[in-house]
């Protein structure tokens, strides 16, 4: 059975860094490209980052509103993939979650992040 578990948000002020994380059990975690998504309130859920993988060599993708603040990155060994959040602005206030990028396996409960003064 699949299950993605993310954790790691918060209540953070503008300017300031978070890195949730999210664990991987069910699927061959070390061959599936995997990204970070959000779902603001009312809006669609969105694709911020994803890890691909390409013949051996993970290589990273960035939705440009998150460019130059996000890094994605995963440890295969743990099955968890992470996103490194930099300078954070309210806009990326929203419910994030981690799947796989091109399969989507059943959404975990997602973690919240809240940027606020």
């Known amino acids: 059975q699949v299950r993605l578990a993310e954790v790691g948000g918060g209540l953070v002020q503008p300017g300031g860094s978070l890195t949730p994380s999210c664990v991987a059990s069910g699927f061959a975690f070390d061959v599936v490209p995997m990204g970070w998504y959000r779902q603001a309130p009312g809006k669609e859920r969105e694709l911020v980052a994803d890890?691909?993988?390409?013949?051996?060599?993970?290589?990273?993708n960035y939705a440009d509103f998150v460019k130059g603040r996000f890094t994605i990155s995963r440890d295969n060994g743990k099955k968890m993939v992470y996103l490194q959040m930099n300078s954070l602005q309210a806009e990326d206030t929203a419910v994030y979650y981690c799947?796989?990028?091109?399969?989507?396996?059943?959404w975990g409960q997602g973690t919240q992040v809240t940027v606020s003064s």
């Open positions: 799947n796989a990028r091109w399969i989507k396996y059943t």
């Open positions: 890890i691909d993988i390409d013949n051996g060599s993970e290589t990273t």
